[in-house]
């Protein structure tokens, strides 16, 4: 990762948040010393000039209410990489799959919502 200038990742929500098996990737990334430190002034990250993307995709729609407090994905997900000091970070979410009458357009809609500039 620290060799790299772009970080995508990708996953479902699976009970309002990321699967465990990416929360115990994280653990290992989020070392001491290696990808942040502690400074006087508390911790500083030490992966910078990076973009991060995360795509995830949820059978319901987080990102609108009244379901946005049940999100903890993307806040999570953006809290840890800004404490490593990733802080370019895009979001594109496939919502809906689950929900009769999205789930037909979840994909296309979450395509075309991609900004590319």
Known sequence: MLAADILVICTPVWNFNIPSALKAWLDHIIRSGITFRYGTDGPVGLVQNKK??????????????????????????????????????????????????????????????????
Do not use: C, W
Not at 69 to 95: C, H, N, Q, W
């Open 52 to 117: 991060a993307y995360i795509a995830l995709a949820s059978g319901g729609v987080l990102s609108e209410e009244p379901y946005t407090a049940f999100d903890f994905a993307v806040p999570y997900l953006k809290a840890v990489l800004a404490f490593i000091g990733l802080t370019d970070v895009s979001v594109v979410r496939v919502e809906g799959t689950a929900i009769p009458g999205l789930q037909e357009t979840a994909l296309e809609n979450a395509i075309s919502s991609i900004y590319i500039g």
